[in-house]
């Protein structure tokens, strides 16, 4: 596909269009990784942060939620229940926060590889080099860092850089790949300023980095952010992207398009704005996985990157049934196994 190609689905708005891209997509992802729904299972283990991205509910700068770093005997029991909820990966997300130290995390790696045999991926933002040699040695088997816009100089602007240690994501993209972990990234959709041409460049540039799983959600105001109170205009109607439902499900059909065997995850961002089948449209649109959360209760709501986070006050194991029942419910079964590139 073109640029111009995929342009012009994104500006698409003829609903039987759109049902074929849908169909072709879903099409596309039975031919490719199955009938499968693999389940991460996602401990976000603090929500201390150095930075200060412009869209993010927990950047530095905001004074107005109580912070949390889980210990690690909490972060191995989160993993145990993911196990027992039969979840194959758990993933250990958090702000960048270098209180999770190389040595703490390393060693919660370790333990929970031998205490429940699952795969571990990180996602803990801008790590250094040694960093992330350190916990692929440890075993770590995947990382996830979305670019979140290509657009260099609107990236610019809405991550603040952090001294000397800012580094580039495409750069630590690279190293990550280097090092062999499987390697996830993504981006955001509808942030302000962000134009349809430059989301058509995020699209391939996903198909270039060849990304083993590929997250991308809708943009949701937070007010505590400079973008939710408005610093920076949305451009021109017919220019800016929206951040709505439709638009995301564009993205997750366009990506199974080109990047056939990745897994795509329907994320909970979009479960945000449609908590009602947000997630079964992303799964009938070229979607194979799902991540239900497994952090305690006690620290969900206050992992408040975006208000109104899907599935926040419901128990692990309450989600798990009701997901079960979704993925049925499409005529699909949950994945078994790490559901990693062989898709086991
Ligand atoms: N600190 C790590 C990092 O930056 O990669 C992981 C945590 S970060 C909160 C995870 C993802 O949340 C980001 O990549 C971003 O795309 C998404 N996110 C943050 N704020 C958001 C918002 N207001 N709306 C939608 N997604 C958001």
Redesign the pocket.
Known sequence: MTVAEIEAWLRQEDPKQLEQLWQSADQIRRDHVGDAVHLRGLIEISNR?V?A?W????RKDNKNIERYRMTADEVLQSAQLAKRLGYGTVVL?????PGLSEPWVSNIVQRIQSDTGLAVTL????RKPHELRAWRQAGADRY???F?TSDSALFAKIHPALGHSSRDRFAILAELRDLGYEVGS???IGIPGQSYASLAQDLLRCRALGLDMI?V??????PE?P??LGMVPPLAAGEQVP?DERMTLKCVALLRKLCPNANLPATT?LATLDGHAGREHALQSGANVVMPNVTPIQYRAL?E??PGKACVSEAAEVCAQCLAGRIASLGRHIGTGPGGKTLD
């Open positions: 942060c930075r991205c869209y993010c509910g927990i997300q958090a702000g960048e926060d996602s803990l933002g801008e996830l860092l979305r979140e993504g981006f955001l997250g959600g809708p943009w949701l105001a937070h952010t973008l939710g951040a961002a992992y990157i975006y």
